[in-house]
């Protein structure tokens, strides 16, 4: 079995999850960078430093799901953090602003396959890659399951008259993080007694290719709080979701 915790985050060759796999490198954890496509999942390794590697896995293909659980129980015998943290925004052609996404994910207008299609990634690619991974995390003497979400699936803030923010919760994105939560919260309570920890974090209105890097924050902010939760002590919390800033409502 490998000598050092191992560490799998999904969705790591850019944007927010190339950062958090660097930061838990930087902390001594083998990273097995996750990337739908393999040949930019070793690029990105390459520039993770550590013990990083590129492992292909696309969240929504559970033929790809199953080999890389294999291969990391062959490889190294062990998993003790995982992050899910791939994620899409809409299921349009690439580039898109925000304003086109909040428009066209409307209630009244959203395409039902785009709805399908983020959910398939943002849920049941979560509920997926964590099956399959739950195993190998069971064995581990401190297991933690990080999901990387989002402050827009609060019921709570769209609640909320004054949130400006709340005209664009729409049919697609938002509710998919809100889904998220709810699952998180269900392995959360399903999980209580094996100590493996399962939290939620969101990391804040970020720039990278999902808003078109219209984001106003860091990856190095955003990657924070997924990376405290996925190091979190034997006293830490397990079924919370919170920012960097402290706990959301969910
Ligand atoms: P990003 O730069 O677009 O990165 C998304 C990552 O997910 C990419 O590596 C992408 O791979 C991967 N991915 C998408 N579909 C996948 C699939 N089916 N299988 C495996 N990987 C897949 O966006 P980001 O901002 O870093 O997003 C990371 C997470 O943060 C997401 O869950 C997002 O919802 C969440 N988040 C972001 C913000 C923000 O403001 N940026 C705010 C709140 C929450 P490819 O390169 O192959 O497309």
Redesign the pocket.
Known sequence: MHDKPVALV????????LQIAKDLAEHGLTVLV????LA?GRTAAESVGGDARAIQ????DQVSIAAAAERILDELGRLDVLVN?????HAGKPGRSLAEVAESGRPSVASLDEVRAVFE??VF?VIAVTQAMLPLLREAPAARIVN?????GSLTFNADPSNPRRAIFGAVYAPS?TALNAITLAFAVELESTGIKVNAA?????A????NFE?TRT?QQ?AREPVRLALLGPDGPTGTFSSDDGPLPW
Do not use: E, M, Q
Not at 57 to 60: G, I, S
Not at 202 to 206: I, L, Q, R, V
């Open positions: 999904t969705g790591a060759n850019k944007g927010i999850g996750g990337s739908r496509d930019r896995l696309d969240v929504t943290n791939a994620g899409i925004a990634t943002n690619g990387v979400s989002s402050g827009s993080k969101a990391p804040g209105f970020t990278t290719d999902l808003n984001g990856v955003a």
